[in-house]
């Protein structure tokens, strides 16, 4: 490198678009000599940014193809460490907005390495220019469409091992979902995906969870979420219905772009799994929910939604052994993933399953839906072959003793100032709407 006459200059990026924008910012970091543009994995930009719309070997093609660009090369995550201690570059450009948030550490790693060998940080004035934003938001809107969020599922089960779902069962819930993001350690967290919850599609509607909402309001309440959003959705199918029924309703979700059902393995009047053995709840035979698994699979048309198959062996205190022996059958049976459903308060028989389907299978992608076990964090769930960690009704259950208490306090007091405490501002709460 060094036996060129130029300096070189070095910086990453992560945009799937290439505006007038970067073209200037690319024009002044040549001025300073010859420039290697850094492309960030699909992996690290979905983990602390929006999803790429743009895979990885086309944003580097089109980096490359940039008049006056040097050469490409993969930047494997944020941290600007490693390329800088291999490559050195005479100098590393930045936008000036990673002062603040969470790049800020990244900042301050990059220029204690540059000092180290005399290399130089040039930051160019961040303008974030109204047109370049649309331009943004108008390409990223593609990712609310049917088949790059359905696909989405899949992508993000591949690249992170473990992922997680929030409950959503309405617009605003959705957008929760979607936009909350937490800053810890320079790192950034987000979900990854929503679970749309029978239980909490229900309770919304002041309904009992026993598949007493229709499919035609459950779906509504989708296209709600989807109106807003652009996170892939898991949607809670309950017992599927009838096979005849849940053919028509895989061609539905499908067809909206949600990315998996989950069906559990119970028949007649369901109620739900968190009352165990309390109601009286009939598991499925194993026969009959594998023919309906295989219906639901010759039902679909693309390769990218996914049947998972609901067992509530342990919830009905079948045993251990009848657990495996359906998560086997239902894969056989086509389940594209197995869901093992547990109301104990601690994990002990959900980690002995994990185990014991992991011995015969490494594939197939295991859910949970730890509301009983919520100490388990979910790097333990990785570390025991788990792979998405549904939280199935949070928003609802912290949601609603709000209001309760909220309704509570101005019958009391005959006024609302009481409640000032509890309650978001107006400025607040229009900020979660985002603007179109
Ligand atoms: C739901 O959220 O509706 C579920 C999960 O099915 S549970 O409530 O734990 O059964
Ligand atoms: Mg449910």
Known sequence: MKNNERPIVYMCFSTDIIHSGHIAIIKKAQELGDLIIGALPDDAIAMYRHFPIIPYEERVALYENISGVLKVIKQKNWSYKDILNELKPDYLVHGDDWKEGFQKPIREEAISILNKYGGKLVEFPYSRDAKYDNLEKLFRRQLATPDMRRARLRKLLSM???INALEAHSGITGLIAENTT??????????????????????????????LVDMTSRFRTIDDIMEVTTKPIIFDGDTGSLPEHFVYTVRSLE?????????????????NSLFGTEVKQTQDSIENF??????????????????????????????????LNRAFAYVNAGADAIMIHSRKKDPDEVFEFAKRFRESNKIIPIVVVPTSYNHVTEDEFKKHGINIVIYANHLTRSGFPAMKKAAESILKYHRSLEIDEICMSINEIITLIPEE
């Open 160 to 162: 992170k091992g473990c």
């Open 255 to 271: 067809r909206m772009g949600v990315s998996m059902v989950i069906i559990e393995d119970k028949t007649g009047l369901k109620k």
């Open 290 to 323: 594998c023919h309906k698994i295989t219906a639901g699979k010759k039902a679909q048309k693309t390769k990218d939604f996914m049947i998972c198959a609901r067992i509530e062996s342990l919830i009905l205190e079948k045993g251990m052994d009848d657990a």
């Open 182 to 211: 937490v800053h810890k350690e320079g790192k950034v967290y987000q979900f990854d995906a929503m679970w749309l919850s029978s239980l909490c599609d229900s309770t919304a509607k002041g309904k009992p969870d026993i598949e």
